[in-house]
């Protein structure tokens, strides 16, 4: 079929809701993820107590791949079912929800890592340094000074201090640009697909991932700069940790979007989706705009302030 | 807005599968509903049983059947899975039985996702059930998991824990956004919000609250495991962190987890009272702007858990005075129902018997709940008997209560058998009994200064505790009755009409008992 079926007849739209038949693809997901998060819980407690890992790596390995085949799979049918044109305007407005609210459930994630890094540096560390009512803690670590980014940890044995901490006005400024420019290029795609331009969806769409790519590989390079040379790293105390968790789990939702974009393209390429029907499309690119919006929180209160 | 069933190239089917694949590959949400109640009453024997371990150990001060560290196991296990695998789980599966059949859908708006939601839990029980025989035993922190308890001194299986946790979490996301996508997208044409059943609007703002905490216990677990394998410094203060903030993440998401329990049992009893009154709900907006209410509040009160942690004493008064503000919509809601049964004619049949003794009982755990709130009082509670009589009184004749009434009120539309009313009455009576009997002196116990999560205690406590252990017995073997009953409606018994209550209203009643297997295929015309 050279375009997905679309509907235009209002009272016809309603008319239609698929609720597909069995479905074999949750059970092997279920099986899939067990395995995948069974294996990674036993790799690090095996690995924590000095014994052999190698019967979880091969539990890990088993999983990851069941979840890829399920990916595969269970996308590739919904892609078939949409267009075979058996979505209604309805069940396109049931994903749309979905996919609300799963972002909100993302965002909500990345609220408890946030409150975490504000907890420590309004609360936490000043504590530590003996300011206000809950001063009394400085006596566990006396001469203890407080200040953010926390270099001297409180116990600098424990958790070794790094030598600096990366600043914002360098390579994360430009990473910032790159990944600013990415929600534009991804709405210029978007626009062009609405006009039915192609040639200019793929052209913007490609670039988007460029400037994507680009993101992962600079912030894969101040990885290895904090811990190389700067001595950061997770165990470099409050700062590290709330450090590394909000850009590590950033950059793990840049590496998925980043899959998604790639996938649209590949769909692109093949003559998915119409001007008027394009959800798969859309999705994608919401989940960019919220991986954007995030990084921009990140910038500030990680980098800047 | 309406819903029909797609016939698309005769690839429909009237009836369910054969065999095991029925269950395993079902896009069914009474299959799936089904699955969600069967595995939750599993769970439900499951951690009871562990209860009675604690109860048997406790029946006499000193140690005599378990050895402490496996009596930390067991309140442990017993919290954990009551809420995670018992409580949560029986929610979603009326939700999943109810909700398309009450705003008059044909099934769920996500088939395929509503099955994948009920498998992963079988899956995360089954590795938090597999960490009683690890190496270094269970998890044994408590169900709040505490830092540094849970991370410098927990058990190895903790980051098995953790990885349950996880999948958990992502089956109750995955269902709460069925249940949000389903209630917003497919009502019956004509059901305007303000015309949803309250079940439907309880479940509504419940998947809300899931959405947004589950995520943030996703978070604190998340930082767990990342302090005990990867040396981050969370909450370990020699790096500039802290334990307390643990307990400000997990409260964050542990209150309105409160909530996630008790909402969509609000709404099942707001059914059935006036079912049973044979008069229309009392104050339908009061009890959904309530609920609202509720639910908002309940994001701002996490800190009454922690008053004696040390917050600062503004802290302290902020949180004590919006604890209390939620006794506001709470009683809006009492007063309702008390109003809907004024001048009723009533009858007494199972469900109104757990409805009208949820309403009661569950009062008397709110009230208790007024006292924690007050932190200067709270200095004195906290940590003793007193709190855990608190919350099993919003938990048992609350959750479990609400629970069994749904079961009751809604087993003939499911089983199209009537339920032997004896036998039904009769668990009614052991129940209350038991559970008063079992959870009545723990408030004695904890106002006379008995800590919980102990394994032994001083003489002085004997004869309560002795009391409570008889009362839990009890409660604990009448569940097995429960499942007697159930057993019995589904082989067989008296037919059921499409509306086996004079009084109930709704769009299930509509429908045959059993109801078809795909809900409407026609969308019903609300006025």
Request: net charge neutral; hydrophobic share 55%.
């Given at each position: ?9 209002e ?6 809701y ?6 074999k ?11 995948t998060?069974?294996?990674v819980a036993s ?43 058996l ?8 994903f749309?929800w979905?996919?609300?609210w799963?972002?909100?459930?993302e965002?909500?994630?990345?609220a408890a890592?946030f ?7 309004v609360?936490?560390?000043p ?10 803690s ?8 407080a200040?953010w980014?926390?270099i001297?940890?409180p116990?600098?044995?424990?958790y ?22 990415s929600s534009?290029?991804v ?18 769409l ?9 993101f ?28 590394f ?7 793990a ?5 980043t ?24 999705a994608?690119?919401?989940?960019w ?14 980098y800047?302030? | 807005?309406?819903a ?9 089917h ?6 095991i ?17 069967v ?10 049983s562990?209860?009675?371990?604690i109860?048997?150990?406790l ?9 402490p560290?496996?009596?930390n ?5 017993h919290?954990l899975i ?6 949560m789980p029986a929610?979603?599966?009326?939700a ?14 996500l ?8 498998w992963?839990?079988p899956?995360a ?15 044994n922190?408590g ?12 058990p ?7 990885f349950?946790?996880?999948?958990m979490?992502?089956s109750?996301?995955?269902?709460a956004?069925?249940v949000?996508?389903?209630?917003l ?6 059901m ?9 609007w ?6 809300f609250?899931l959405?947004?905490v ?18 981050t410094?969370?909450?370990d203060?020699?790096?500039?962190g802290d ?7 997990f ?8 909530y996630i329990?008790?909402l ?8 059935i009272?006036?079912?049973?009154s044979?008069?229309p ?19 701002v009160?996490?800190?009454?858990h ?7 004493i ?12 939620i006794a506001?919509?709470?009683g809006?809601k ?12 009533l009858t007494?049949?199972?469900p ?5 003794a ?6 008397i ?18 940590d ?9 009184y919003?938990l048992?004749?609350?959750?479990i ?12 539309k ?6 032997d009313?004896t036998?039904?009455k ?9 559970m008063?009997?079992?959870?009545f ?11 919980r ?49 004079e ?13 078809p297997?795909h809900?409407?295929q ?6």
């Open positions: 079929m050279a375009t997905d079926h679309t509907y235009t007849h009272k016809y739209a309603y008319q239609k698929y609720v597909p038949e069995q479905s693809w949750p059970i092997i997901a279920t099986v899939g993820l067990g395995l998060l069974f294996g790799i690090m407690v095996n690995s924590s107590q000095g014994e052999s890992t190698g019967g979880s790596w091969l539990l890990f390995l088993v999983g990851s791949l069941i979840m890829a085949y399920m990916l595969f799979g269970w996308f590739g049918n919904v892609i078939r079912e949409s267009r075979a044109g979505y209604s305007p309805q069940m396109d407005r049931s749309r979905g996919m609300s799963f972002i909100f459930s965002v909500m994630f990345f890592f409150g975490a890094l504000f907890y420590a540096r609360f936490a560390v504590w530590l340094g003996g300011e206000g009512d809950r001063g009394s400085n006596l566990l670590w006396e001469g203890f000074q200040t980014p926390l001297n940890t116990d600098p044995v424990a070794p201090p790094a030598k600096e901490v990366i600043g914002p006005w360098g390579l994360p400024l430009v990473n910032t640009i790159l990944l600013v420019t534009l290029t709405t210029i795609a978007h626009h062009a697909l609405k006009a039915g331009h192609r040639g200019k969806l793929k052209f913007w490609a670039a988007t991932i460029a400037l994507a790519l680009g992962v590989v600079v912030q894969a390079y101040e990885y290895v700069h904090a811990y190389k040379d700067l001595n950061l790293t997770l165990e470099s105390g409050i700062y590290g940790t709330t450090f968790m909000l850009t590590g789990f950033h950059g939702h840049v590496i998925l979007g899959l998604m974009l790639i996938i649209m393209l590949v769909r692109v390429m093949k003559g998915h989706f119409t001007a008027e029907q394009h959800f798969g499309f859309e994608a690119s919401w989940y705009h919220f991986v954007d919006v995030v990084w921009l929180m990140l910038f500030t209160f990680v800047i302030l | 807005m309406s029909v069933i797609d016939t698309h190239a005769g690839e429909h009237h009836g369910p599968a054969k065999g694949t029925r269950w395993l590959f079902t896009t069914n949400h009474k299959d799936i509903g089904t699955m969600y109640l595995f939750s009453f599993a769970m439900f024997l499951f951690g009871g562990m209860a009675m371990v109860r048997a150990e029946f006499q001060p000193g140690l005599q059947i378990v050895d560290e496996f009596f196991q067991m309140t442990t296990m919290g009551m809420v995670f695998g018992a409580v929610f979603v599966g009326l999943n039985w109810m909700l398309p059949m009450m705003v008059g859908a044909p099934d769920m708006a088939p395929r996702m509503n099955n994948w939601s009920f992963l839990l899956c029980f089954l590795i938090l059930a597999s960490t009683l025989f690890m190496s270094g035993g269970a998890p922190f169900w709040t998991f505490y830092a540094p308890l849970s991370t410098t001194y927990g190895p299986s903790t980051t098995f824990f953790i349950a946790v996880h999948i979490g992502i109750s996301i995955m269902g956004i069925n949000i996508a389903t209630i997208n497919l009502r019956a044409p004509g305007t919000l303000m015309k949803m059943p309250l079940f439907v309880t479940w509504l703002i419940t998947a609250l959405i947004a589950m995520p943030v216990l996703a978070g604190v677990v998340t930082m767990m495991l990342m302090d005990i394998n990867f040396g410094s969370f909450f203060a020699s790096g500039g334990p307390v903030l643990f307990q400000h993440v409260w964050f998401f542990g209150h309105p987890e409160v329990m008790i969509p049992a609000f709404g099942a009893v707001s059914h009272i006036p079912a049973f044979r008069k709900l009392f104050g339908y907006a009061s009890m959904v702007y309530a609920v609202g209410a509720i639910a908002l509040l309940s994001f009160v996490w800190a009454h922690m008053f004696t942690v040390g917050i600062p503004a802290g302290q008064l902020f949180f004590m005075y919006a604890t209390m503000l506001v919509p709470t809006v009492v007063f309702n129902w008390v109003a809907t049964m004024f001048r009723g004619a007494f049949e199972a109104m018997l757990f409805a009208v949820f309403v009661i009982l569950f009062t755990g709110g009230f208790s709940g007024l006292m924690l709130a007050i932190a200067p009082a709270d200095f004195q509670y906290h003793t008997y007193f709190v855990v009589a608190h919350f099993h919003v048992v004749p609350g959750a209560f609400g629970i069994f009434a749904s079961a009751y009120f809604w087993l003939p499911w089983t199209g058998h009537m339920y009313e036998l039904a009769t668990h009614f009576w052991l129940s209350f009994i038991g008063n009997l079992a959870f002196p723990m408030h004695f116990l904890g106002l006379a200064g008995m800590p999560r102990i394994p032994d205690y001083a003489l002085q406590f004997a004869d309560f505790n002795m009391v409570s252990s008889i009362g839990a017995f009890m409660f604990g073997a009448t569940q097995l009755l429960f499942l007697l009953i159930v057993v019995k409606c589904i082989r067989g018994g008296e037919q059921a009409p499409a509306k086996p209550w009084g109930a209203e709704g769009l299930e009643w509509t429908l045959p008992s059993p109801p297997y809900s409407f026609t969308p019903p015309e609300v006025k």
